[in-house]
């Protein structure tokens, strides 16, 4: 089997079996739970020598009783009885092993070495690939399955995961995550085999990277300056101080390395770095659902002038630049606009509505026409407060229907209001704009997508 | 009358009358209908030559009908009219005015000008006052009451801000804000009678700024710099660029100054300056409800080994120390953790309960106990994922028992899972800790708070 026949074997099972399955559901840790509540369709077969049946499916008291094919083994007992199970596995020829247990690289005594080196010696005979131990193995929304002990959210999302902490995948603010790979100790599955996955995978458009740190680093940079350059790979490097780096050392086993050539080894290998979870979620989701932009030129509409100034604050802050609306677009605002008002970018939209007295959703749209028009223009920040149940859905209506029309340029809301939730949740669901709680996040957003906008036309 | 004793007629007025209140609420914009809604309690006079009442309200042709003490005139009409009714205010005695109507220093025109030139001839003449123009004016949930056209959440919190621009008063991610002071243009009132103000204000703990610019900054600098002494002053100083700037003179007519020269000025005044609107909501409630630091050395506890690793690169960021644990607090441990984990900072709990399969609660409790009794560490940083409804209910009160014994250092969580927004909810109704969507934004919060403890100490 090629890396990535068996990489879709560990992401695409069509039967599993489950050793250490639990008849409790302990603070909602269990995976047969789970993959029954989720709608799994393939083959699942717990082992459990105590036990016939756990929650309506039949156990097997070991793996010798199973007598079907199995793409996938996940493990999750005490750390002494995990080189018995993986042989038993290899026994009865089952070639894809998750191992959950914590206790090995990962840990502080000479057993955990000891075990961790009998695992070991099952790797790549007859063909047999382990990932983990201390992992949560994988996910994937598409067929309903994972092997995670926690409870995912699951969404069919393009953007495919590689981590070496579980919490990844559990993440609030990454609910944008669609596929897994989380790698923790990594004593076999690697960055590079979940790279070859993820690359040829049609259902992932974007490819996000939690790294602790690695053994073949050099191999893995090769890899990914490959991969960059067809679909966007997003990094979370971290381990950034010697103490960080300690602490990651004794949490995957894995050497951090220093962070200014990692820093710089992404960099020329077209990676985007991010410097928080925050930023991960913001970027996945811009890269999924967001067009390329030619340059770094914003375009910000605003209701409030002082919204407006924070926004330039946060361009400049992530090298963007401030537009100059084209002559044709000031002519259209001038139209509507209190002739007092200087028309300039920002271009505050309240003075036409609250002075001049111009229906509101007039006023939007023709700036956002215009903004969308202008070549001097490269993506447009919106700003508006929303009040009322009938505003929100007026407002959403008209937004979508100028990103059916437009959908060459990024457009981002920053929004306010008691119905700023419910405007987002409506805009979210249409897929065709983000909404941001901060300027600073959105600019920052931004700033990634021209920069990797700039990067592909390059190549 | 004293300048104190003027500004709560401003922010606690007995009466109000209203100057251009429609007959609609278009898009929620509707002053009448807002403190209808809040339940101001004090006398309403709408001002209204073509209506005998507007929502149940009787209106009056002019003010001179009135024939009653007024606390407050607010102005919401076309700016040509402005003069004419603050002439007619301050005919009928009403010594209190804010101007919500835009046109004037923020107008690009030579009437706009004039006309700020004729307001001007009335400030301070027989003790006349004047908020604005451009300017929400006030708002003070203590008695349901504001100016706003747009409407607030009004929350009875023990933040006072000062801004320039009413988004503040209608900011999402500030719904942490108490009572409100929109200077706007800022033609009269200023940051100076503001802070006098709010110094003074029993009901006010933590003052935050919003400053875009100012004429008179020596002066305010010596203010803010004594207030500073007595409760924690936050600000937000936009215009950093000299586009942002420019923006700003557009937006107030205010001149935004060198940004290096406000960052030291604010500096020595002893005032923590923010970046962002998210870290200005973040540090009002900070103040409002965390207890002062001793030091800056964090204890992390996790139930994952990677956001720990994440937690340490965020402390570091923000130059906080991460804490060596005593080994009291180590000998705690020890008792509850498998013997080949290593026991540290970040303390990892989660082997505890999953591999020594000791009780969930009583490992949180005794980690968090023993956090809080060790002298080695300042605050707390948890990080947890919550997946059940029975879980989340059981961490909340573990969490606020805790907290109702150990008051004298931080605690702030960092919650994942698919109750982590149910728990947040109940966490912050006790009003004792704060849960973060991101460690950097934990860690940035935490050190803020240990600067400004140590400033404390220093006076």
């Given at each position: 089997?090629?890396?990535?026949?068996?990489?879709?074997?560990?992401?695409?099972?069509?039967s599993?079996?489950?050793?250490g399955v639990?008849?409790?559901?302990?603070?909602?840790?269990?995976?047969l739970?789970?993959?029954l509540?989720?709608?799994y369709?393939?083959?699942?077969y717990?082992?459990?020598?105590?036990?016939?049946?756990?929650?309506?499916?039949k156990?097997?008291?070991?793996?010798k009783?199973?007598?079907?094919?199995?793409d996938?083994?996940?493990?999750?007992?005490?750390?002494?009885?995990?080189?018995?199970?993986?042989?038993?596995?290899?026994?009865?020829?089952?070639?894809?092993?998750v191992?959950?247990?914590?206790?090995?690289?990962?840990?502080?005594?000479?057993?955990?070495?000891?075990l961790?080196k009998e695992?070991?010696?099952?790797?790549?005979?007859d063909?047999?690939?382990i990932?983990?131990p201390?992992?949560?193995g994988?996910?994937?929304?598409?067929i309903?399955?994972?092997?995670?002990?926690?409870?995912?959210?699951?969404?069919?999302?393009?953007?495919?995961?590689?981590?070496?902490?579980?919490?990844f995948?559990?993440?609030?603010?990454l609910?944008?995550?669609?596929?897994?790979?989380?790698?923790?100790?990594?004593?076999d599955?690697?960055?590079?085999?979940?790279?070859?996955?993820?690359?040829?995978?049609?259902?992932?458009?974007?490819i996000?990277?939690?790294i602790?740190?690695?053994?073949?680093?050099?191999?893995?940079?090769?890899?990914?300056s490959?991969?960059?350059?067809?679909?966007?790979?997003?990094?979370?490097?971290?381990?950034?101080t010697?103490?960080?780096?300690?602490?990651?050392?004794?949490?995957?086993?894995?050497?951090?390395?220093?962070?200014?050539?990692?820093?710089?080894?992404?960099?020329?290998?077209?990676v985007?770095?991010?410097?928080c979870?925050?930023?991960l979620?913001?970027?996945?989701?811009?890269?999924?659902?967001?067009?390329?932009?030619?340059?770094?030129r914003?375009?910000?509409i605003?209701?409030?002038?002082?919204l407006?100034v924070?926004?330039?604050?946060?361009?400049?802050?992530?090298?963007?630049?401030?537009?100059?609306?084209?002559?044709a677009t000031?002519?259209?605002?001038r139209?509507?606009?209190?002739?007092?008002?200087?028309?300039?970018?920002?271009?505050?939209i309240?003075?036409?509505?609250?002075?001049?007295?111009?229906?509101f959703?007039?006023v939007?749209?023709?700036?956002?026409?215009?903004?969308?028009k202008?070549?001097?223009?490269?993506?447009i920040?919106?700003?508006?407060?929303i009040?009322?149940?009938?505003?929100?859905?007026?407002?959403?209506?008209?937004i979508?229907?100028?990103?059916?029309?437009?959908?060459?340029k990024?457009l981002?809301?920053?929004?306010?209001?008691?119905?700023?939730?419910?405007?987002?949740d409506?805009?979210l669901?249409?897929?065709?704009?983000?909404?941001?709680?901060?300027?600073?996040?959105?600019a920052?957003?931004?700033?990634?997508?021209?920069?990797?906008?700039?990067?592909?036309?390059?190549?």
């Amino acid at each position: 089997m090629s890396v990535i026949e068996q990489m879709k074997k560990f992401m695409e099972p069509e039967s599993v079996a489950l050793f250490g399955v639990s008849r409790r559901n302990e603070h909602g840790f269990n995976i047969l739970q789970h993959i029954l509540s989720y709608g799994y369709q393939g083959r699942i077969y717990p082992v459990n020598p105590n036990a016939s049946e756990i929650m309506g499916v039949k156990t097997y008291p070991s793996a010798k009783n199973i007598n079907a094919e199995i793409d996938l083994a996940v493990i999750n007992l005490p750390r002494d009885l995990v080189p018995g199970i993986v042989k038993e596995c290899v026994e009865v020829g089952i070639k894809q092993i998750v191992i959950a247990t914590q206790g090995f690289s990962d840990a502080n005594d000479e057993e955990g070495k000891r075990l961790q080196k009998e695992i070991n010696g099952f790797i790549k005979k007859d063909g047999v690939r382990i990932l983990g131990p201390n992992s949560l193995g994988t996910a994937n929304p598409y067929i309903n399955f994972s092997s995670s002990f926690i409870k995912l959210n699951m969404l069919k999302v393009p953007v495919g995961i590689i981590c070496q902490s579980g919490s990844f995948f559990g993440f609030h603010e990454l609910s944008t995550l669609g596929k897994g790979i989380d790698l923790a100790n990594s004593c076999d599955v690697d960055f590079i085999d979940s790279l070859e996955y993820f690359d040829q995978d049609p259902q992932t458009k974007v490819i996000v990277l939690h790294i602790e740190g690695m053994r073949n680093a050099k191999e893995f940079i090769k890899t990914v300056s490959r991969v960059a350059r067809k679909k966007p790979v997003l990094a979370l490097k971290t381990g950034r101080t010697e103490q960080a780096a300690r602490a990651a050392q004794s949490h995957t086993g894995s050497l951090a390395g220093s962070d200014a050539v990692w820093d710089a080894a992404l960099r020329q290998a077209g990676v985007i770095r991010v410097t928080c979870p925050n930023e991960l979620s913001d970027l996945s989701m811009a890269f999924s659902i967001l067009p390329p932009m030619k340059g770094r030129r914003i375009g910000i509409i605003t209701g409030s002038g002082g919204l407006g100034v924070i926004t330039i604050d946060s361009c400049s802050q992530a090298n963007l630049e401030v537009a100059s609306l084209s002559p044709a677009t000031v002519e259209r605002m001038r139209a509507l606009f209190p002739s007092w008002q200087s028309i300039g970018n920002p271009l505050d939209i309240l003075p036409a509505f609250v002075v001049s007295k111009q229906p509101f959703y007039k006023v939007l749209t023709e700036a956002l026409d215009a903004s969308f028009k202008d070549d001097g223009i490269d993506a447009i920040s919106l700003m508006w407060g929303i009040w009322t149940r009938p505003e929100c859905n007026r407002f959403c209506q008209t937004i979508n229907e100028l990103l059916e029309v437009h959908c060459h340029k990024p457009l981002v809301c920053f929004l306010m209001g008691d119905y700023a939730g419910e405007a987002k949740d409506i805009l979210l669901a249409a897929g065709k704009t983000m909404v941001f709680h901060n300027p600073d996040r959105a600019a920052r957003a931004l700033a990634h997508l021209a920069q990797y906008s700039a990067f592909r036309r390059s190549l």
